[in-house]
């Protein structure tokens, strides 16, 4: 049975060389935080307790249509991608789940899967369906669509496939399906856009009635691509309106690339967490389009404003925790470099929406002062977490500076000898 990818010791032979600068940070920051009135301590509870899954697909290099630049070591089958999730895990503490995409993460025993993945430390958030690209052998083409297809088998073998992953789930112990098509169409009067939407409904409500109990469905949204003329669930109001129709089980999943630039998503999340259909996340990052570019490293600012609607919601009606998942294209770094730096953006979003003083936010809205309405905010945002974070990450066993101990591992150098190459492409796999 696999081993965790490092030892205790190389993690705590790291630690002891930063441990004393990290300390003094924390009690600096301590006494800063204290003077606010805020116990650090209290906040290092809430950041121990906040964790995220991670994306099989975003284990190996991705791509775009023009070309896809595989680097030596990445994973090439779904037991090297648990690997990579597990040193991910086992360094940064906040990311003990992973999500799998069918069929691309096929396999041939998943009870053996969990047992492996459990031996990692990791369990199995939402699975995926794929009904967006045709697999070999597979009697109809998606090319005109899945669940929003007109041609009733079509749709009959998108729902086949989403039942099929539900069942693999149940086996794996996750306790939903994320299903995003990309059907749409690319002309003007191509396609009606109600029976569009009555169709794909109609079809998820056959997945939706094979749910178990305690499972829920993810619907997510996204503008266009690959269709560039309509997209059936194109926005949060298209997913929230089928979610509504399907039942209780059924909520939203909101993809941070999936909008129009400068759309103001942190109100799209309070939105769906007002009518409990916020369902969760796939954390990435964007300047055009779907760029899936790593997690707060282009607007920092807009992780922290989704966070802090977050943390208002769950103020005001706490619920059940939205799942945080990954969901990025690691084009041109190590994608396990990505998922740390990205698992640390999210987590320093996380903890900075909790040093946010609600009671000045909210004395300053109902009086109507704008300035020190957004202060209380700013105030949060330009605070430097990353010792909080840190000191959280040493306790539960991880590594104060990830990225050293990774590149010091050698952890893909190693795995360049041991794993065959991949081929060049394009996309994503
Ligand atoms: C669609 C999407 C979806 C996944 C895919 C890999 O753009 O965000 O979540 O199925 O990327
Ligand atoms: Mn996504």
Not at 214 to 241: C, N, R, V
Request: aromatic share 8%; proline share 5%.
């Amino acid at each position: 049975m696999a081993d965790k990818p490092f030892l205790p010791e190389q993690i705590a032979d790291h630690n002891a060389r930063h441990i004393a600068a990290l300390t003094d940070e924390y009690e600096a920051l301590g006494r800063a935080l204290g003077r606010r009135g805020i116990d650090i301590d209290g906040v290092k509870a809430k950041v121990s307790g906040f964790s995220l899954a991670l994306p099989t697909w975003a284990t190996g290099r991705g791509g775009t249509r023009f070309a896809k630049f595989p680097i030596p070591g990445e994973p090439t089958n779904i037991h090297e991608k648990l690997a990579d999730c597990a040193v991910v895990q086992q360094l940064s503490r906040a990311a003990p789940r992973v999500s799998l995409h069918f069929p691309w993460d096929g396999a041939s025993d998943y009870v053996a899967l969990r047992e492996e993945a459990e031996a990692y430390g990791l369990g199995f958030d939402a699975v995926n369906s794929n009904t967006f690209q045709d697999q070999p052998g597979a009697e109809h083409s998606y090319r005109s669509g899945s669940l929003g297809a007109a041609d009733t088998a079509v749709r009959a073998q998108a729902i086949r496939h989403n039942i099929d992953c539900i069942e693999i789930g149940k086996t794996l112990g996750s306790k939903a399906l994320t299903v995003w098509v990309g059907d749409g169409s690319n002309f003007p009067g191509q396609q009606d856009f109600t029976r569009a939407l009555d169709r794909y409904i109609e079809a998820t409500s056959e997945i939706y009635s094979r749910l178990p109990d305690d499972w829920q469905l993810l619907l997510e949204h996204k503008m266009f691509e690959p269709a560039f003329y309509s997209t059936i669930i194109s926005d949060w109001g298209s997913s929230l309106m089928a979610a509504q129709e399907l039942g209780p089980k059924a909520k939203c999943l909101v993809d941070l690339g999936h909008h129009a630039p400068n759309v103001n998503i942190e109100q799209i999340v309070a939105r769906l967490h007002r009518v409990g259909r916020l369902g969760g996340f796939h954390f990435n990052d964007s300047k055009y389009g779907d760029d899936d570019l790593d997690s707060g490293s282009i607007n920092p600012h807009q992780l922290f404003l989704v966070f802090n609607e977050l943390a208002e919601a769950e103020a005001r009606v706490p619920g059940p925790t939205p799942a945080y998942m990954i969901d990025q294209s690691h084009n041109v770094t190590d994608p396990i470099e990505s998922l740390l730096s990205s698992t640390e953006s999210i987590v320093s979003a996380f903890a900075k929406a909790a040093l946010i003083d609600r009671d000045a936010l909210h004395d300053a809205q109902d009086r109507d002062d704008p300035m020190m309405a957004f202060q209380a905010l700013r105030r949060a945002y330009r605070v430097d977490v990353s010792a909080i974070v840190a000191m959280a990450r040493m306790e539960a066993g991880g590594a104060i500076d990830v990225l050293e101990f990774y590149r010091d591992s050698g952890w893909r150098a190693r795995k360049a000898q041991e794993r065959k190459p991949v081929g060049l492409g394009a996309g994503i796999v």
